[in-house]
């Protein structure tokens, strides 16, 4: 058998293994760690007041506060609900309002279309004739102001009503007037009766409609404001402002 020389080089010498710490040194590491922040725990614990040594009054004092606070976001909610509702309430009575504004609706319920807006006998007929029994009343196809209401020769009693545009609008040949000269009259108002006075014949309604002071066919005019007379159709505010 060959004898190894002392000199000749050990074949696992230069291999160093990596020192592996024992378990008990891990476990006394971890262990240190979770005893100190024990301590620091308890330390920090130790520095908090005791609920017994605290000032009744700062207590009665807190529980004020908080009572106020809690009062205070109650009202804050009320207020925010009442003014919803209050804002509600006012759209609803501003398209009240427009709808009353800007209604034209018809002025009889019932009656019977007899004549037309021209020359007749030789003479212009300024408005059209509507025929409905002695004492139907009759509303206001517009609202407005109510220039003059009285006797007014060939239109008999006779109701002159001045719209927000500057047209005027006659109801004439009333057996009865129910306004008077300065009220305010919204449509569908009820501001006479249909009678037979003045220069009539038959019991009839004559409606007459004034844009700068001069006659116009009324059948053209309120049909430009959505009310024809022959169909009998009011225009898209009649429902709004009638309810």
């Known amino acids: 058998m060959r004898q190894r020389l002392s000199s000749e080089p050990d074949r696992y010498r230069g291999r160093r293994r990596v020192p592996t710490p024992p378990r008990s040194r891990y476990a006394v590491v971890v262990t240190s760690a979770f005893v100190g922040a024990g301590v620091v725990a308890l330390g920090a614990a130790s520095q908090l007041p005791d609920a017994k040594a605290v000032n009744p009054t700062v207590l ?20 925010e609900r009442a003014s919803r509702g209050e804002d509600r309430e006012s759209s609803a009575k501003i398209t009240e309002e427009q709808a009353e ?30 025929a409905a029994p002695e004492g139907t009343p009759y509303m206001a196809v517009h609202a407005g102001e109510v220039t003059s209401a009285g006797y007014q020769g060939g239109y008999g009693y006779a109701i002159t009503v001045k719209h927000s545009d500057g047209t005027e609008m006659i109801y004439a040949h009333s057996r009865r007037l129910l306004v008077k000269s300065g009220d305010k009259v919204k449509a569908g108002q009820v501001i006479g009766e249909v009678g037979n006075t003045g220069y009539s014949y038959g019991t009839h309604l004559h409606l007459e409609v004034h844009v700068k002071g001069a006659p116009t066919d009324p059948i053209v005019f309120l049909r430009e404001h959505g009310v024809d007379i022959k169909l009998r159709i009011e225009s898209v505010y009649g429902d709004l402002a009638a309810s």
């Open 60 to 79: 009665q004092n807190l529980e004020a506060a908080s009572s106020a606070d809690n009062t205070l976001a109650e009202r804050t909610a009320e207020g």
């Open 101 to 130: 504004a800007e209604a034209w609706l018809l002025p009889l319920n019932d009656y019977q279309f007899t004549s037309a807006y021209g020359v007749r006998f030789g003479k212009l007929h300024a408005g059209i004739d509507l």
